[in-house]
């Protein structure tokens, strides 16, 4: 422990001066984006919010500030801090700046920013195994509550795999009912409830799936995991062709509130929303699979050695077709 | 090394654990969810006029230019009055005439009630909509129709405010000028309250009755009434 805090020492400026840049910074946008919403630019919140401002740039800086109190070798690989730091840019991206208007008026661009923000943002963040780096990140009063034990036993009924998949496919599917749909799209706090359950329950889902380590430390084994990841497929195929295949607007919204591509009749825009919902998640599950199963081989090879003594020499013989060292 | 033992006996588990059923499952249960996807609602149009009372949406607010008088409107110039609220353009071909048509006719049928309702026709091109032509456009309709123009930052404000959309381009050599904008229309209550949005009324075949009779009710509510929830009036 003492270590780490000599680290810290130096950085203790920082620590009060990040946050406090955030916080200023978000000021400055949140008057910006209520004075002149038609000035701002497009890389920038156009409809500020302090929750989503501050989470995307705190957790930011909370994960490079623990990255680089960790001990080398503790750290994530430099790859996997590339990779939170891009799915949560992603969420940013899809959530705060300009792109919020194109999918508040375009049903495929609506499903692109989905996708963005329940499938590859929360995967890449997931990717990024934030927990190490967080936990010694985030300030110590702070992190004794998101690490405590009941907000680990409030957040265990929904990471039981069933409950998890379920939870995973049934908002998808909870938010493509029309009149649901409607309402989400009109309403500006069901809309907030919409894209931030989504957020959260993406993060959950791939955190658990994506989860590197071995059964006792994850909260389930490399098998329930894939088959989690496998599972989720197959309903939302179900719901993509449903919107693919039918025949009229489901989904009035875009035209009552004003589509972006005139040139681009709501059946189209309808069917190729429906085609984002069918495809990519799908492919997003066959990699994470890949990735489960890549996860499960590491930890197979950092097994400890048998103590048969014959072992090395029978690993050898098997190493000549398994190609296992 | 307890680690390791421990992550040994886990992945055991995992794996005994027989993923086959676990994903039949849960491929019944997505399909289950799927059919919340109510049958009666695809492909049936939206109803003609959607009750948004209870949907929580901010009370009216802009501040723009008022193409009658020339001067600076606030939406508590209109409280007191149910408003209906639609974005257009006054060079539009088909889509703004029939729905400020159809507005007017549905002001006919209100008779003298029609004093309570002001509609306010808020132009997404303000460039080539200045004032003049503003009034002298809605005055074509009927007079209970406002002309408003905002600067950008004050069109941007409202409507993002009720999530429209609306984009003008310049002409250039290859494409005419063209504006895009929405059909629906917002029906505030006296105290500024959203009460309704009629998707459109945009066709020679849009709901005039229902329409009055919906404003018709909106126009009865006391005062007091009007301020509350939804839920309690």
């Given at each position: 422990m003492t270590p780490a805090e000599s680290v810290a020492r130096p950085h203790a400026m920082?620590?009060?001066?990040?946050?406090?840049?955030?916080?200023?910074?978000?000021?400055?946008?949140?008057?910006?984006?209520?004075?002149?919403?038609?000035a701002m630019p497009l890389w920038l919140p156009y409809d500020f919010s302090w929750f989503a401002w501050l989470g995307t740039w705190l957790f930011l800086w909370w994960y490079v500030r623990g990255f680089y109190l960790l001990p080398p070798s503790e750290?994530?690989?430099?790859?996997?801090?590339?990779?939170?730091?891009?799915?949560?840019?992603?969420?940013?991206?899809?959530?705060?700046?300009?792109?919020?208007?194109?999918?508040?008026?375009?049903?495929?661009?609506?499903?692109?920013?989905h996708i963005a923000m329940h499938h590859l943002g929360p995967f890449l963040v997931a990717l990024g195994l934030a927990r190490a780096p967080l936990r010694k990140g985030i300030p110590a009063p702070l992190a004794r509550i998101v690490f405590s034990r009941p907000m680990q036993r409030l957040l265990a009924p929904i990471q039981q795999p069933i409950v998890a998949?379920?939870?995973?496919?049934?908002?998808?599917?909870f938010w493509l009912v029309p009149a649901i749909h409607l309402?989400?799209?009109?309403?500006?706090?069901?809309?907030?409830?919409?894209?931030?359950?989504?957020?959260?329950?993406?993060?959950?889902?791939?955190?658990?799936?994506?989860?590197?380590?071995?059964?006792?430390?994850?909260?389930?084994?490399?098998?329930?995991?894939?088959?989690?990841?496998?599972?989720?497929?197959?309903?939302?195929?179900?719901?993509?062709a449903r919107i693919v295949f039918s025949r009229h607007d489901i989904y009035p919204y875009y035209s009552i509130c004003g589509r972006f591509f005139d040139s681009i009749s709501p059946l189209y825009d309808q069917l190729v929303g429906g085609m984002v919902i069918w495809i990519p998640p799908a492919m997003m599950s066959a990699i994470a699979v890949l990735l489960v199963v890549n996860h499960l081989r590491l930890h197979e090879e950092k097994a400890p050695p048998p103590l048969d003594p014959r072992a090395a020499r029978i690993a050898a013989m098997a190493a000549n077709w398994t190609g296992r060292p | 090394m307890i680690a390791g033992k421990a992550a040994g006996a886990g992945r055991g588990r995992g794996l005994r654990r027989a993923p086959g059923r676990r994903a039949l499952f849960l491929n019944a249960a997505g399909l289950i969810l799927l059919s919340a996807l109510p049958k009666s609602s695809v492909g049936a149009a939206v109803a003609s006029i959607v009750d948004i009372g209870s949907w929580d949406l901010p009370r009216l607010a802009f501040t723009m230019a008022d193409a009658d008088t020339g001067r600076g409107v606030t939406a508590r110039d209109f409280r007191g009055k149910v408003a209906l609220l639609y974005f257009g353009y006054t060079n539009c071909p088909d889509v703004c005439p029939m729905t400020l048509h159809n507005i007017a006719l549905t002001l006919g049928r209100l008779g003298a009630r029609r004093d309570g309702v002001r509609a306010l026709f808020v132009t997404v091109d303000p460039v080539?909509?200045?004032?003049?032509?503003?009034?002298?456009?809605?005055?074509?309709?009927?007079?209970?129709?406002v002309g408003l123009r905002g600067t950008a930052n004050q069109l941007a404000a409202l409507a993002s405010r009720y999530h429209i959309g609306y984009s003008v381009s310049p002409a250039t050599a290859s494409h005419p000028y063209e504006v895009n904008h929405s059909s629906g229309i917002y029906v505030f209550d006296a105290r500024g309250q959203a009460r309704l949005l009629i998707p459109s009324l945009d066709s020679g075949t849009s709901d005039i009755a229902g329409t009055?009779?919906?404003?018709?009710?909106?126009?009865?509510?006391?005062?007091?009434?009007?301020?509350m929830p939804h839920h309690l009036s």
């Open positions: 920082a620590d009060f001066a990040v946050p406090a840049v955030i916080v200023a910074l978000g000021a400055i946008v949140d008057w910006a984006s209520a004075a002149h919403p038609a750290r994530p690989h430099p790859w996997q801090l590339v990779s939170f730091m891009l799915g949560m840019l992603l969420i940013y991206a899809v959530l705060q700046t300009r792109y919020l208007y194109l999918a508040e008026h375009e049903f495929f661009l609506n499903r692109i920013q998949s379920l939870l995973f496919v049934g908002l998808v599917a309402r989400a799209m009109v309403s500006e706090r069901l809309l907030w409830t919409m894209n931030w359950t989504m957020v959260l329950d993406g993060l959950l889902f791939w955190c658990l799936v994506l989860d590197p380590r071995p059964f006792p430390l994850a909260r389930i084994g490399y098998g329930v995991r894939a088959a989690m990841a496998f599972a989720v497929i197959f309903p939302q195929i179900a719901i993509g | 080539r909509d200045t004032l003049a032509v503003l009034r002298a456009y809605t005055h074509l309709f009927a007079p209970e129709i009055a009779a919906a404003l018709a009710r909106l126009l009865a509510l006391p005062a007091r009434q009007a301020a």
